[in-house]
């Protein structure tokens, strides 16, 4: 008895003084952020913007690791199948997780099977097109398509981005096909608008942080933003409501995730941090620059809120014949 009680505390004493190293030490080497795109889409900027902070927060190297291919397909694996320690986590984001799992019906994981920490950002549609381009709503370019169709040219980065599903929706209430336009896959959305900006494509449907730089630049125009009012980095270009398409509402966001069965203490500290960002003057005041949107929710409620995005896009999807 006496030896047993002996052993009890024993072992009470030591998890005292030699609590889990996960809890106390994390991280302890350098963290990697991977992206299912290439460098300088809205996923990747994000990421470098929580990177940045958070290594500084922390004292560790937070690695930014762009793993394109396969619409996101290939980093997302690679994440949700690391080892569970905290050490590899992914920028998710809407194409790497909702729109995914609408559109595509054999993938190599089971996409709920992650664990969603926090999302940080929410990224707003702009449709856009090249700045000398004679369309100047989007009402004119709907009726030019209407009577060329298939000619205009429009971008996407990869088959469940933001465009892929933001773009059908403009036809859809438009009352267009869904074959109207001829579609250009690029590895990463500033791919697309660069190639906007270029000529090479005519229209694109591409977020906030892409967009904008360009059209500040008057290098491509904005003709709407699908956003509830006009956002402080671009105040000329007009909401979809204001230009009466009140039914556009596909928007990017971006937060971070890891693979299932994360130690609680990995996701409070992140989520934590992640918090302490949201409300760091110098980390808004960072996010603004690179027109970002802050807009916070913790784990349960991001899980939940890419549970919503799913059943919102899955009808889309099949009746646009993508999900496969």
């Known amino acids: 008895m006496k030896k047993t009680l002996w052993?009890?505390?024993?072992?009470?004493?030591?998890?005292?003084?030699?609590?889990?190293?996960?809890?106390?030490?994390?991280?302890?080497?350098?963290?990697?952020i991977v992206i299912g795109f290439g460098p300088g889409g809205a996923a990747d900027v994000a990421a470098r913007l929580v990177a940045g902070y958070v290594s500084k927060k922390w004292g560790q190297p937070i690695n930014v690791i762009n793993m394109p291919g396969a619409s996101g397909i290939i980093g997302t694996r690679h994440v949700l199948s690391a080892k569970p320690d905290g050490y590899t986590l992914m920028m998710d984001n809407h194409a790497v997780s909702a729109m995914l799992a609408a559109s595509q019906m054999d993938l190599p994981f089971k996409w709920e099977n992650?664990?969603?920490i926090g999302r940080v950002t929410?990224?707003?549609?702009?449709?856009?097109?090249?700045?000398?381009?004679p369309w100047k709503s989007l009402k004119e370019v709907a009726e030019y398509i209407r009577k060329n169709p298939k000619i205009v040219r429009w971008g996407i980065a990869g088959v469940t981005a933001v465009g892929a599903f933001a773009m059908p929706q403009f036809l859809e209430v438009n009352n267009l096909p869904f074959d109207s336009l001829n579609k250009v896959v690029f590895k990463s959305g500033a791919e697309v608008i660069t190639a906007?900006?270029?000529?090479?494509?005519?229209?694109?449907?591409?977020?906030?942080?892409?967009?904008?730089?360009?059209?500040?630049?008057?290098?491509?125009r904005g003709l709407a933003v699908v956003n509830p009012e006009r956002l402080p980095g671009t105040p000329d270009v007009p909401t979809a409501k204001e230009v009466g398409y009140p039914e556009l509402n596909v928007y990017g966001w971006q937060g971070i995730s890891?693979?299932?069965?994360?130690?609680k203490e990995v996701v409070e500290k992140w989520d934590q941090t992640l918090q302490e960002a949201c409300k760091d003057p110098a980390f808004l005041e960072q996010a603004a620059k690179i027109f970002k949107v802050i807009a916070?929710?913790?784990?349960?409620?991001?899980?939940?809120?890419?549970?919503d995005e799913y059943k919102r896009y899955l009808p889309l999807a099949i009746k646009m014949g993508m999900r496969k």
């Open 7 to 32: 052993m009890f505390c024993f072992l009470s004493l030591s998890l005292t003084l030699f609590p889990d190293p996960v809890q106390s030490a994390y991280p302890t080497k350098p963290v990697e």
């Open 114 to 116: 992650r664990t969603t």
């Open 122 to 133: 929410v990224d707003p549609v702009f449709y856009t097109v090249k700045e000398d381009s």
């Open 196 to 220: 906007l900006a270029g000529g090479h494509i005519d229209f694109a449907a591409q977020q906030y942080s892409e967009s904008s730089a360009l059209i500040l630049g008057k290098k491509i």
């Open 258 to 263: 890891g693979p299932p069965n994360l130690p």
């Open 296 to 307: 916070y929710l913790g784990p349960k409620e991001f899980w939940e809120f890419m549970q």
